[in-house]
């Protein structure tokens, strides 16, 4: 099994990706293809769902879509013209394969499968309520609820069913489902996580990111809307609106880190937002060095954006190795130490002499930042001063993002000076809540009408968090550790 990220989880981790196609040939070979270029999104596991107009076929396994979707008998078994698949990325809770997606059963309507990009913040509230109803789960994916919801809905067409299950849910969701009769996808009210449309020949596609319709050679066609259900049936889309209007809060940390560089989201390129992150963050905090270096690879945008505007020149001072997984070494205590210097490597005749700047996305623990100042402090830096091209992480997110508890979020326990001196960093800043914003091209953040999701950030949570009490939502944490995407 072929995971990344092995020894260290100093970073957010998005939870997952969804990408589905119908009315292509081939098309779990099509959503195969999509699920590589969203792998960044999840990498701990992935499935795929496909139906060949009588029967649901599905494959789901641990590990990464390459080492799970190459097998001529696997994608054989997945026949059909229409196809939905997800890649996932577990919080805390149990990493099993009942948990992995895309979840299906077989309901009074039919067949009925769900690729889930997001988390529902009441579900441990719904599942109780459906228990006791008799409802039996499978798994511990808050996924299932929806599912279990539009089972026991009282409507009589599966789209009046579904409509009322979402009715009841609350946080956040990008959905793609599949059905006999065609491929339904949506977004939550406030448009969270994001949802794209794009086209392939006659066949529509419904994916995470513009990036998996590039990768399988589609076209972009527009965003999901915020609140808005879509059916692709028989080579038509049609637009629903079952809920009731409400001002977007995308999340912010799209650009920040989850989304990958060449992708487009909500119109505006990640990539550009990234370096006029670096731009902004070199205004607000200027610091005399010699080299400006990212820390790879989510850094880089950033560092160019800083040493542009900062006049200062840009280097690659860290190498990456990418090629680092468990396949050869279970990582103990020992070798997780050890784990930074095996996937980045000081360049030593570069940084010795030198005062440098680092810049990185974000500081979640610290143990890394910590782990990197070190290594640039053993290869000779005179100075290392850290840039964080984000504000900092003080608060945990309960939409579909894989945080630590508030009381392992370093921001949330220090100070900007206390945090400088735990990673043994010269000087140490991050971006201003309004810097992120008019790297987006707002004016300020509107504090009294925040125009994203922001909460990691602010503590502002855009929905009411049903099963985390207010004043203890650390001690509430491991439900959601439970319900994994």
């Known amino acids: 099994m072929l995971t990344t990220h092995p020894f260290d989880d100093d970073k957010l981790r998005e939870e997952c990706g969804v990408f589905g196609i119908h009315g292509a040939e081939s098309a779990a070979a099509v959503v195969a293809l999509g699920l590589h270029a969203l792998q960044h999104r999840g990498q701990e596991a992935a499935g795929i769902t496909a139906f060949d107009g009588k029967d649901f076929?599905?494959?789901?396994?641990?590990?990464?879509?390459?080492?799970?979707f190459d097998r001529d008998d696997i994608m054989r078994q997945l026949g059909g013209p229409s196809s939905i698949g997800h890649v996932r990325y577990s919080t805390t809770g149990e990493t099993a394969l009942r948990n992995v997606q895309p979840l299906f059963a077989d309901l009074a309507t039919g067949g009925f499968a769900v690729a889930h990009n997001g988390n529902i913040s009441n579900a441990t509230a719904l599942r109780k309520i459906l228990v006791r109803?008799?409802?039996?789960f499978q798994s511990t994916?808050?996924?299932e609820v929806i599912i279990h919801l539009v089972a026991t809905s009282n409507y009589r067409t599966l789209l009046d069913r579904f409509i009322d299950a979402l009715k009841q849910v609350e946080g956040a969701y990008s959905l793609i489902c599949l059905t006999a009769e065609g491929m339904i996808g949506c977004r939550d009210p406030l448009g969270i996580r994001p949802l794209v449309i794009g086209k392939l020949g006659d066949a529509h596609i419904l994916a995470s990111e513009t990036v998996a319709l590039d990768v399988v050679g589609a076209d972009f066609v527009r965003s999901v809307e915020p609140g808005e259900l879509v059916i692709i049936r028989d080579g038509q889309l049609t637009s629903h609106r079952p809920f009731a209007e409400r001002d977007p809060r995308p999340c912010i940390f799209e650009y920040v880190y989850f989304s990958r560089p060449d992708s487009i989201v909500e119109g505006t390129s990640v990539y550009s937002v990234r370096k006029a992150i670096g731009a902004e963050l070199a205004r607000e905090n200027p610091v005399e060095a010699d080299l400006v270096i990212p820390v790879p690879d989510s850094g880089t945008p950033a560092a160019l954006g800083y040493a542009q505007e900062s006049g200062i020149p840009f280097e690659l001072g860290i190498i990456r190795s990418h090629y680092v997984g468990?396949?050869?070494?279970q990582p103990g205590d020992k070798v997780r130490h050890l784990g930074v210097k095996l996937k980045h490597n000081a360049n030593r005749a570069l940084i010795?002499?030198?005062r440098i700047i680092l810049i990185d996305d974000s500081i979640v623990r610290g143990?890394?930042?910590?782990k990197i100042v070190q290594m640039?402090?053993?290869?000779?830096?005179?100075e290392v001063h850290m840039r964080i091209a984000s504000p900092p992480t003080q608060h945990s997110c309960f939409y579909g993002v894989d945080t630590p508890e508030r009381a392992k979020l370093l921001a949330a326990q220090m100070t900007i000076g206390q945090m400088a001196n735990f990673i043994n960093?010269?000087?140490?800043?991050?971006?201003?809540?309004?810097?992120?914003y008019r790297a987006l091209g707002e004016v300020d953040r509107n504090d009294r009408k925040p125009q994203y999701c922001d909460a990691c950030f602010t503590g502002d949570y855009p929905t009411t968090l049903t099963d985390f009490d207010e004043n203890s939502v650390d001690d509430q944490f491991s439900l959601l550790a439970e319900r994994v995407v």
């Open 425 to 436: 960093a010269d000087s140490l800043a991050f971006l201003t809540i309004d810097g992120l």
């Open 326 to 329: 468990r396949t050869f070494i």
């Open 367 to 370: 143990t890394t930042s910590l």
């Open 352 to 354: 010795q002499g030198k």
């Open 57 to 68: 076929h599905t494959h789901r396994a641990m590990g990464h879509v390459a080492g799970n």
């Open 133 to 136: 109803r008799g409802s039996i």
């Open 376 to 382: 640039m402090r053993d290869a000779g830096a005179a």
């Open 141 to 143: 994916s808050d996924t």
